[in-house]
T-cell receptor, first 112, second 111 residues
């Protein structure tokens, strides 16, 4: 069965800390791996990764995909309270319809 | 701005009373999705439309139906809501960009 697992399930850090969120998967033949940030509303898109070993970066956030070891990480440096959210990893495996399978999410709480 | 819009943002209904949730998009995407997300859980795909073709997930209860009268609009009908149907319902759209764009969601409460 296709599966996406995220770890840790939850994490509490202080402002300024660096965090690494993990996403491992057991899915074959997927098109892309996506990271979303979800606060108390709908998920907002962060990154799309299609190639192994190429880092995507946006400000303090970065992400990389390892297709050999079947995982991705999302790094957040110099965390701020506004980074507090659930971070969702999803795999696009649905061919032309871009269907997603979501991971369980990591709840990040950044304390002042 | 092009976007995905959901109405209402909050919906309260009574046990067994039919309810319809609405989604519209200005992105002109050909695929539209409905997800159910319960507290502390990942979004769960209920069904999606590829153009006019409806695709139901195998474990979506019969209580949930959907309509897509045109490219821009998609509706989620819950025929007889139960207490277990209380959740956030998310609409998303996609074209060929390998990603999905989500609306703000409708939070459904069942009394």
């Amino acid at each position: 069965e296709d599966k996406v697992v995220q770890s840790p399930l939850s994490l509490v850090v202080h402002e300024g800390d660096t965090v690494t969120l993990n996403c491992s998967y057991e899915v074959t033949n997927f098109r892309s791996l996506l990271w979303y940030k979800q606060e108390k509303k709908a998920p907002t898109f962060l990154f799309m990764l299609t190639s192994s070993g190429i880092e995507k970066k946006s400000g303090r956030l970065s992400s990389i995909l390892d297709k050999k070891e079947l995982f991705s990480i999302l790094n957040i440096t110099a965390t701020q309270t506004g980074d507090s959210a659930v971070y969702l990893c999803a795999l696009n495996y649905g061919g032309a319809t871009n269907k997603l399978i979501f991971g369980t999410g990591t709840l990040l709480a950044v304390q002042p | 701005d092009a976007m995905v819009i959901q109405n209402p943002r909050y919906q309260v209904t009574q046990f067994g009373k039919p309810v319809t949730l609405s989604c519209s998009q200005t992105l002109n995407h050909n695929v539209m999705y409905w997800y159910q997300q319960k507290s502390s859980q990942a979004p769960k795909l209920l069904f999606h439309y590829y153009d006019k073709d409806f695709n139901n997930e195998a474990d979506t209860p019969d209580n949930f139906q959907s309509r897509r009268p045109n490219t821009s609009f998609c509706f989620l009908d819950i025929r007889s809501p139960g207490l277990g149907d209380a959740a956030m319902y998310l609409c998303a759209t996609s074209s060929n960009s390998y990603t999905q764009y989500f609306g703000p969601g409708t939070r459904l409460t069942v009394l």
